[in-house]
């Protein structure tokens, strides 16, 4: 047998590559080949290895490729069932306030200046306009909200 261990520096002769490519088709792994080619690492081994292109190997326990699925048209997919609002934007004409719950009551006019750790931060309106508000109702203990606002931002929301 040929000795492939280098004296000095690593250099990638002929004859080392060839002992590295015939290894590797024996199914030694990357570092058992640099310890008998000597003066490389198992990544410089690896390295090469893939810039000379050479087969991979699957390993046990590696994910085997799969195709890629093609992609078509999905059917549509079911539109979540939305609670009707409890409450409405400052603002909105009446016709759209119209939806069969008292929301008065839900309608504060809390200044964030006024804002305390005890009241609902619940925004109310557009937060451009001169008018917008905050709910500052007593809040949810633990939460950000009253009762009626925490039902309206959490889904299944139970006190």
């Known amino acids: 047998m040929l ?59 590696a994910r085997v490729p799969t195709k890629k699925k093609v992609k078509g048209e999905r059917p549509p997919r079911p539109m979540a069932k939305v609670p009707p609002m409890d409450s409405a934007p400052i603002g909105l004409p009446a016709e759209f306030l119209d939806i069969g719950v008292d929301v ?10 006024e804002l305390d750790h005890h009241s609902c931060k619940f925004p109310l309106g557009d937060p451009q306009s001169p008018d917008f508000a905050f709910c500052g109702k007593e809040r949810v203990p633990g939460r950000p909200y009253c009762l009626d606002h925490c039902h309206r931002a959490y889904v299944g929301f139970r006190p």
């Open 3 to 61: 000795d492939v261990r280098s004296r000095g520096p690593a250099e990638w002769t002929d004859e080392r590559i060839a002992a590295m490519k015939r290894m590797w088709e024996e199914g030694k792994s990357a570092p058992q080949i640099a310890r008998a080619l000597g003066g490389v690492s198992r990544s410089s081994v690896l390295g090469k290895l893939h810039r000379l292109k050479t087969a991979k190997r699957v390993t046990p326990g």
């Open 104 to 113: 008065t009551h839900l309608v504060g006019s809390v200044k964030i200046t």
